[in-house]
Nanobody, 122 residues
């Protein structure tokens, strides 16, 4: 599966932003999807994940209550709705795919999109 993330941009603190990740291939529903982010000078960190069926979802503590991950298997797309954005959410956001169970470490995810930059100004 090949991934392409888009939807990033410059917003103000408190604003909302919706990211999308389009996947190619016929087996999208068999992949667990995830969103990660990487701020300048920091390691890539887990944000949210959703199972192939959409029935299992998990978030990083920093995302709980503000971000919502969802997927549309008919459109081969996974989404990340972000609300109440904070300057510390500024990062390049990546979508990722893996076969198998949940892993929080970026190194366990084999397939990555190119990333989309989210900048939150104070």
């Amino acid at each position: 599966v090949q991934l392409q993330a888009y939807g990033g941009g410059l917003v103000q603190a408190g604003d909302s932003l919706n990211l999308s990740c389009a996947a190619s291939g016929r087996t999208f529903s068999s992949y667990r999807m995830g969103w990660f982010r990487q701020a300048p000078g920091k390691e890539r960190e887990f944000v949210a994940t959703i199972s192939g069926s959409g029935g299992s979802i998990d978030y990083a503590d920093s995302a709980k209550g503000r971000f919502t991950i969802s997927r549309d298997n008919a459109k081969n797309t996974v989404y990340l709705q972000m609300t109440s954005l904070k300057p510390e959410d500024t990062a390049v956001y990546y979508c990722a795919a893996r076969e198998g169970g949940m892993r929080y470490s970026a190194s366990a995810w084999a397939r990555w999109g190119q990333g989309t930059l989210v900048t939150v100004s104070s």
